[in-house]
Each structure stands twice: as structure tokens, then as C-alpha cells.
């Protein structure tokens, strides 16, 4: 094995975004993708076109503006899918990938689409060469690969191959795989299949968590001869996600004396940023003692361990912190910052902002200001994100009172702008009360009353975006309408209960324009 380069192939923009209540709208997504060109990544999955309208233009608008990485689109083997998945590649030209899927366990082929072995190789070769007929980069999946019985699995890849498939990616779908035994059937794979060894083909693997085991399983697969791992930023994906981008590529890059100085193109340094903005804009958390990304990843509490660290770093750490991000010192702006100095530092961040952005996030900075004495590049972000969002703003928080207390049923004031309709000029100013178990339960009940919404919130979550006790704080709520689906909203404000208002009421405005999920077509 000469080619010692891993390529990582990202789909956080298509594996990690199919998770409940992860959605991007096109303008995150965009920011997203930017992000992973910074971070290196050689492939970005950017969606799966034929889902929805917006997932095409999001594939399509990646690929007519991100530069460096392939860029590619996910198809089932369906004409119909490959042909929109072509469509919204052509802006890439030769940097467009097609991924085909298609299931060949025998419980798939079976259950789900009642075919036999040969029709699925007809069928995936007829697939492929539909899709040639776009791009010349072609990826094939064999959907629930791990469970595929090994001999046709060697089958499928050779028939893909001749067809013109250029990758072939072996899915863990339901995460059940060990890593000796997916080690050993991507070395099986490797052996048996000429095209893999000289290099006209490139073997790929995709490992979901379901028994935690993700990233070893992929690890397992690069030393028994993988070159192309998948993954996703923070390990965001379907039920327990996908394999952790930030594991992967730092234990490459830690333990290449291990791995035989395999390495990936991952710019290390992007990790942390790039992991906070996939945790804000698709509103999933990062555990505190997350590898590599958590609040605690490089925190010592012991004392022997502090104290080892002071005498030599490496005695209780085996990376870098500055490596991946962390610790990077900033100059905070103040109230007394001008406009330009917010527009550079939100450039000097990597955001692509119109000049109304600006204006709107510099009259946001401007209260902010006023509350705390420094705003941070997190505080900044956190606003971009609140701009970003791109909901039209059905309703708008005017006022908010609350009063609670220990010996107080808690009850808020709110005052509500809705939006004026088209040819309508005048917009309409609503006020009502409500009363809860908390402030934040009557500030979102009083919301209800005036939206006439019913949310159940199923998931809320606080932190602090930057550090001080006059911190902002950024609170991420996951609220179900009735219909079963997860809608997110966040909302920033250094008042944590005006923050949940303004999140509650982001998710509002949120459903009252989405597309319902249940319309979309059934994904992979
Ligand atoms: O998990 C899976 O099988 C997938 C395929 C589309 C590769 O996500
Ligand atoms: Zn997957």
C-alpha cells in the first residue's frame, strides 16, 4: 500500500443534517460549507437534491461557490434522483461527485425492495452509468454493507467498478459492525478486487455509532486498507450519528506511529471553530467531555496532573490544544467599537455578510454592548447566527416582563409584532400574559397565546456563548407542533429569559414557513 493519503469525505451538510431537528436553511448550510473548504476537507456531501427544492439549490449553490473540495450529491438508484443530483452539479463541473445507494443485505433486499442478487448488480450498473453520463466521479454505496454477505459484496464492487464507479463505499448503516471483523471484511475487499490495489479505485467507509464504535471501526478499515473515511463534524448523524470528523482525523494525525504515518489534509487548526458553528447552525450541543471538541477535552482537574502538565505538556497531554483551536487569544470589541471594526472582524472570522447583515448585526451589537463590556468573536458568532437564519420573521418580540420568585406565581408580559402581509401596509401589535411553572414556561405559554401555536418543548438547552458572568447566553430549544417533527430555534441575549422568548419564538417562525419533512421523500 504506497498512498498513504486518507481522503475525508464530509456529509455533515447530508448524513448529519437527515438528524431530527438539524436543518439548515441554505444561508447555514453556505456558511457551513465555507467552513469545511477552510478545514481542508477533500470531499463535501452537500445534500441529496431530488429530497426537496431546498436541498437542491443548497447542492447547487455549494457547488457553483465552494472552491477546493469535490463536491458531491447523494442519489438513490433511480433515474429520477440521479438526474437531479447531475442537475444541481453541473456549477461544479469537474469537481461533481454523484453517490449512488442502494441496499444489498439480504434482509434489504428482501424486506425493503424484494429483489434478488443479480437484479441489484443490474440495476447498480445501470445506475452508474447513468450517472457517468454527468460527472466522471461516481461513488456507488451498497446500502447496510457490513451485513452484506462478503462473496456478493465483492460481486457488487467489481460489476460498479467495470461500470465506471470510481469509489465504493462500504456503509455501517445500523452501526452494528466491530472493528476486527469491518477491518476484516474491507481487507477481504482490498484483496479481491484488483482495482483497489492499483489505485483505479478507491475504497470508502462510513460508520454510524450505534454501538459507539464509529471511529474505530473506521480506523480498523484505514489499516486493513481503506482510503476514503466519511464522517461528519462532531459526529452529528442519523440515531447516534456518524463517525467524529475531529476523532478521525486527530487520531491519524496523533497515532500516525500506530497507523503507518497515514495522514489526511485536515487543517488541524480549523477543528474547534469548525465544530462550533456545525453545534450552533444545526442547534446539537457538543457534550462537555466530547473528544478533541468538548469544553472539558484539555481541562486537568487533578492537581498531579496540573502539575505534570506545568513541568512537560506532553506528560498528561498527548495533543496540542492550539492544535485543533483552542486557545487562541482574541482582542474583544466594546461598545465604543465602530461599525467597521464588527464588519472586519466578522470577515477576519470567515463570514460572508451582505451590507444589510452588517447593519442588522451591528444594531444588535450596539445592545449587547451596552449590557456587557466585552463582546467576544463567540458573542459575534452567535449574533451572525440569529442573522443567518433566514426565517421570515412572522413574529417579532417587542416586550418582554416577567416577574418570579420563590413566594410569586411566575407570570410574563409579552408583546408581539406580527409581520404585515403582502399589500398590507400596516403590521399588527399584539399583547397578552401567561402564567407558568417557571418564567421561561409563562414567557413561551404567553408566545402560544398570541402566535395561536401549540409547542411541546421537547428539548431546551442554555450556555454561556463567552466567558464573564455577563456572558451572552445562548439558549437552543427543540419544539414539536403536533405534527411529530422536531423544529429548532435559538435565540442570543445576555437575559436568559429573553433569550428562550427569542428562541421559542425563532422556532415559530420557523414552522409557520417550513416545508413539513413528512412531504419529502424517505432518505437512505
Ligand atoms: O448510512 C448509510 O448507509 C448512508 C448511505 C447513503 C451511504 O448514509
Ligand atoms: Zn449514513
Known amino acids: 500500500m504506497k498512498d498513504k493519503r486518507i481522503i475525508i469525505f464530509d456529509t455533515t451538510l447530508r448524513d448529519g443534517e437527515q438528524c431530527p431537528g438539524a436543518s439548515m436553511n441554505l444561508r447555514e448550510k453556505l456558511e457551513v460549507a465555507r467552513q469545511l473548504a477552510r478545514l481542508k476537507v477533500d470531499v463535501i456531501e452537500a445534500g441529496f437534491p431530488v429530497i426537496s427544492d431546498g436541498d437542491f439549490e443548497a447542492v447547487q449553490a455549494i457547488a457553483r461557490e465552494i472552491r477546493g473540495p469535490v463536491i458531491c450529491g447523494l442519489a438513490r438508484c433511480v433515474a429520477r434522483d440521479i ?28 424486506f425493503k425492495l424484494g429483489k434478488a442478487q443479480d437484479e441489484i448488480i443490474r440495476l447498480a450498473v445501470e445506475g452508474v452509468k447513468r450517472a457517468k453520463s454527468y460527472v466522471k466521479d461516481v461513488e456507488f454505496s451498497p446500502e447496510d454493507g457490513s451485513r452484506t454477505e462478503p462473496e456478493f459484496l465483492v460481486q457488487v464492487c467489481k460489476a460498479v467498478i467495470a461500470a465506471g464507479a470510481t469509489t465504493v463505499n462500504i456503509p455501517d448503516t445500523v452501526g452494528w459492525a ?34 459507539g464504535l464509529a471511529v474505530a471501526n473506521s480506523l480498523a478499515a484505514v489499516h486493513a486498507g481503506a482510503r476514503q473515511v466519511e464522517c461528519t463534524v462532531n459526529g452529528i ?15 491519524l494525525k496523533t497515532r500516525g506511529d500506530f497507523y503507518g504515518g497515514f495522514s489526511c489534509g485536515i487543517n488541524t487548526r480549523e477543528i474547534l ?15 462537555r467531555s466530547k473528544a478533541i471538541v468538548g469544553e472539558n477535552a484539555f481541562a486537568h482537574g487533578s492537581g498531579i496532573h496540573q502539575d505534570g502538565i506545568l513541568k512537560k505538556r506532553e506528560t498528561y497531554e498527548i495533543m496540542d490544544p492550539k492544535d485543533v483551536g483552542w486557545g487562541g487569544t482574541e482582542l474583544p470589541l466594546t461598545k465604543h467599537s465602530g461599525r467597521a471594526a464588527v464588519a472586519w472582524r466578522l470577515k477576519h472570522l470567515g463570514f460572508k455578510m451582505t451590507e444589510a447583515d452588517v447593519q442588522a448585526i451591528f444594531a444588535r451589537f450596539k445592545e449587547i454592548g451596552d449590557k456587557k ?126 433569550a428562550s422568548a427569542r428562541a421559542y419564538l425563532n422556532a415559530v417562525n420557523r414552522f409557520l414557513c417550513e416545508e413539513p419533512q413528512s412531504q419529502r421523500p424517505s432518505q437512505p
Open 83 to 110: 438526474d437531479a443530483t447531475g442537475a444541481a452539479l453541473k456549477p461544479a463541473g469537474k469537481r461533481g461527485r454523484i453517490h449512488i445507494v442502494l441496499a444489498t443485505s439480504k434482509i434489504h433486499r428482501e
Open 178 to 211: 466491530v472493528p476486527e471483523q469491518y477491518g476484516a471484511l474491507i481487507k477481504r475487499l482490498h484483496d479481491e478486487v484488483p482495482e483497489f490495489q492499483n489505485g483505479k479505485a478507491v475504497i470508502s467507509v462510513h460508520c454510524h455509532n450505534d454501538l
Open 237 to 251: 448523524g442519523e440515531r447516534a450519528g456518524n463517525a467524529a470528523l475531529e476523532e478521525v482525523s486527530m487520531a
Open 273 to 287: 471553530k469548525s465544530s462550533r458553528m456545525v453545534s450552533r447552525m444545526s442547534g446539537l450541543v457538543v457534550q
Open 373 to 498: 463590556k466585552f463582546v467576544y468573536d463567540d458573542d459575534l458568532a452567535a449574533l451572525v447566527e440569529g442573522q443567518i437564519t433566514e426565517v421570515p420573521e412572522t413574529w417579532s418580540l417587542e416586550y418582554l416582563h416577567v416577574t418570579s420568585g420563590n413566594q410569586t406565581v411566575p407570570t410574563a408580559t409579552v408583546r408581539l409584532k406580527k409581520a404585515a402581509k403582502k399589500g398590507k401596509a400596516e403590521s399588527e401589535v399584539v399583547q397578552d400574559a401567561g402564567i407558568g411553572d417557571g418564567p421561561v414556561d409563562a414567557a413561551l405559554k404567553a408566545i402560544d397565546r398570541l402566535a395561536k401555536t401549540k409547542g411541546h418543548l421537547m428539548d431546551y438547552s442554555l450556555r454561556a456563548v463567552s466567558q464573564g458572568k455577563d456572558a451572552l447566553g445562548e439558549v437552543t430549544v427543540k419544539v414539536n407542533f403536533g405534527d411529530g417533527e422536531l423544529v429548532t430555534g435559538k435565540g442570543a441575549s445576555t437575559d436568559v429569559i429573553e
